[in-house]
């Protein structure tokens, strides 16, 4: 096996959700009145959302709104009007309403993330920067949400979807979900608050999810931390149902406290969660990479194995991503992200990783340094560089 600390260059795995177009249909809003008194049945809604060619329909109904990501074909993915419809619907009901919920169409994805491919096409244009800038002030507005915000992350959760989620203060898993941050594999990071809430996350488990772009399924997520509650797939029509008629939201924590199940399964990485806080306690990538060849187990030469395919750089960015994120507040974590953000359209692995992935397919990407030990001190640092005070994120 070749040294991976020496060596990294190996074959890159496909990113689920990088495949998904940018550009998609304008969304639209619909509402149903505010005075109505009638129940809010979601099958109803389900039924107009199938024939709805919005690729976001914000909805509301007495006091409660919601938000209903409607590309099912392209996995809910997100492009820049989405966002900015997301974010000026949420404006509004942060004002008028006493609940949101937010979910996805189709029994696929909450929200696989976005066009990564039609990013690094157009390079560090205004319209891509406009992308990040946005979606990262809207993921800052989740996070200090006013009143009770319930993402239905049920599911493919990826990328702009975990943003539109996780820091949120409601986030129902079902046994569909599945997580997963896997920026490092086409030269990327994991951003939308990633520096926030992967630090955050018990032991070292962030970090390894982070590097590796480990996938939880299902109760996982739940395990993790990363849902405040798992509900039976079939129940989450009810659990809709009852949010949406509840009579005040301060009835919001009891309504998804009898809805939730606490999974039979058990984490299926609690066995190796000694092995993982251990391992990726190191003070550097190549710390990491070393302790995993001591420990010689079949789960640390797979982990091995997964690293060996991510780009050098981005693992080491993400290293010091998270490590100062550990001390940020999620506004400045999103702040440093943009920076990221920018540096990685201007010159990194990005390009080359959706190359290798999603234009030639040839899934070989040639990394840039193509080691860990010839990514620089000062490349890194490069990365997170304070921009232009008028190209800095205001948040």
């Known amino acids: 096996m070749q040294n991976p600390i020496q060596r990294l260059v190996c074959t890159f795995g496909q990113r689920s959700y990088g495949q998904l177009p940018l550009f998609g249909v304008v969304a639209t809003t619909t509402t149903t009145s505010r005075r109505s008194t009638k129940s809010v049945q979601p099958t109803i809604m389900a039924n107009s959302i199938r024939q709805s060619s919005s690729s976001v329909l914000a909805t509301e109904s007495s006091n409660k709104g919601m938000i209903i990501i409607n590309r099912p074909k392209a996995l809910n993915a997100i492009n820049l009007e989405m966002v900015r419809k997301i974010y000026k619907h949420l404006?509004?009901?942060e004002k008028s309403k006493s609940l949101l919920i937010i979910k996805g169409t189709g029994e696929k994805a909450f929200c696989a993330g976005g066009d990564v491919r039609a990013l690094v096409e157009a390079g560090p244009t205004d319209e891509s920067k406009s992308f990040f800038r946005e979606e990262y002030t809207t993921n800052a507005l989740?996070?200090?949400?006013?009143?009770?915000?319930i993402a239905i992350i049920d599911g493919i959760t990826m990328g702009g979807g975990v943003g539109l989620?996780?820091?949120?203060?409601?986030r129902v898993a079902t046994d569909r979900t599945l997580f997963a941050m896997p920026e490092t594999a086409i030269g990327l990071f994991p951003d939308v608050g990633g520096s926030y809430f992967l630090p955050r996350l018990q032991g070292k488990l962030g970090l390894y999810l982070g590097l590796t772009g480990y996938r939880l399924r299902g109760a996982d997520a739940f395990h993790a931390g990363i849902a405040t509650h798992y509900?039976?797939?079939?129940?989450?029509?009810?659990?809709?149902t009852a949010l949406l008629n509840c009579p005040d939201a301060d009835d919001v924590p009891d309504l998804l406290k009898k809805f939730h199940s606490t999974p039979e399964k058990a984490f299926?990485?609690?066995p190796v969660l000694e092995k993982i806080n251990k391992n990726f306690a190191a003070d550097s990538v190549e710390g990491i990479l070393e302790n995993l060849q001591a420990d010689g187990s079949d789960w640390a030469k797979k982990t091995l194995?997964?690293?060996c395919k991510m780009s050098p750089t981005s693992m080491k960015v993400t290293y010091r991503q998270l490590e100062l994120g550990s001390q940020l507040s999620l506004a400045q974590c999103l702040i440093m992200e943009y920076r990221l953000a920018v540096r990685h359209l201007e010159r990194s692995d990005f390009k080359e990783?959706?190359?290798?992935?999603l234009i030639d397919k040839d899934q070989q990407p040639k990394w840039q340094p193509s080691t860990l030990a010839d990514v620089s001190e000062e490349h890194v640092q490069w990365f997170f560089r304070k921009l232009p005070d008028t190209e800095e994120l205001k948040l």
């Open 142 to 149: 989740i996070g200090n949400y006013k009143i009770p915000y």
């Open 305 to 307: 194995e997964t690293l």
């Open 91 to 93: 404006k509004k009901c």
């Open 165 to 170: 989620s996780v820091h949120g203060k409601y």
């Open 231 to 240: 509900c039976d797939v079939n129940q989450i029509p009810e659990l809709e």
């Open 353 to 357: 990783g959706v190359r290798a992935l």
């Open 268 to 270: 299926t990485l609690e």
